[in-house]
């Protein structure tokens, strides 16, 4: 999975990134806002595959992840930025909107920002959608093609959304629709996350941020979330290990580091949950979406495994513990289950893949 961080100039969408991946990019207050791009990795903190990796001692540990690519600022009318690859295949959008008062833009309106920033995804959807339908237009007075006639419906149906000021992502396409235009990888369409970034002395704010910035109706949007960040100061709680941790966030009032937030607000965005793997050489975390099968999530873990799936063992992630992670207890309670390939896996479940492929 990706997520692309996005939001207007000097947002704090770098030192946002510093603090997902740790990175250490370099953030200013005045630079131009070079137009370079940086990807990375965030690891997504899991307690339960802390305890799994407690219990069997592994020798590598492997949480799931989230590919992230941070992208310099995009000014209002300047969407030139927005054309980069890397940002265009992203799963989602992690929006980093300016809640902290900033000498040269002034006092934040967060808002007016994000009414500002899912303009420009419109707009820039908007001149994909007409240059296609143009082209369209054009091939189909050539000769007509139904497959080409098809898709003009679909896109004037876009094209009339994206001129009423609505985002893809707000538009009820069928699976078969959603399908035909997914290699037009639109912007609006993306589930977006609008992260608020407050300022350190704002933070007590962050569970009423939606209330105090009058974001409700943008909250209620489909596939939209707001979540925050005080990315300087959490950064600097980031850096610190163990009580020293414990000790800061407590003195902010905070329950839980910035990385566990922003990024179970990512996974709730994406409708995913994790399910775990264990081997002697390694306890894995992976990420699927919620309803995914046995035999698809056998397939993320490796190809071979769904192609010749027999069976999954699954147990729960709590009997696991109960039994201080031993498997012949778990099968002597009944709580390991064998499960056919159109299982639904569930948050939180150990799988065992039992597989056989001809050589
Ligand atoms: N007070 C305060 N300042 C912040 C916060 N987050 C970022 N800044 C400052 O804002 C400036 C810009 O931060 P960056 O992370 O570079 O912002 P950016 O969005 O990546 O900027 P561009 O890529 O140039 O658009 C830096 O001086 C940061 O220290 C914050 O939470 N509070
Ligand atoms: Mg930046």
Known sequence: MKIGLIGLPKSGKTTLFNLLTGSHVATARYDAGRAELHTGVARVPDPRLDRLAALFRPKKTTYASFEVVDLAGIAKGE?????TKEFRNADALLHVVRAFTDAVSGPPDPKRDIVDLETELILADLEVVERRLERLEASIKRQRKEAEVREQAILRRLKAALEAERPLRAVDLTPEEAKAVRGFTFLSEKPILHCLNLDEKAIADGSRVVEKYGLGAIAAHRRTRVGWVSAVIETE??????????AFLADLGLEEPAIHRVLSDCYALLGLISFFTIGDDEVRAWAIPEGTRALEAADTVHSDMARGF???????????????????ELRSRGQLRLEGKDYIVQDGEVCHFRFNVAR
């Not at 969407?79 to 054309?83: D, F, K, M, S, T």
């Not at 027999?310 to 012949?328: M, W």
């Open 79 to 83: 969407r030139a930025g927005l054309e």
């Open 237 to 246: 709680v980031a850096q610190l290990a163990g009580e020293e941790q414990q």
């Open 310 to 328: 027999i069976r999954a063992e699954v147990n729960s992630y709590d009997d696991l513990v109960a039994v201080k992670g031993s498997f012949p």
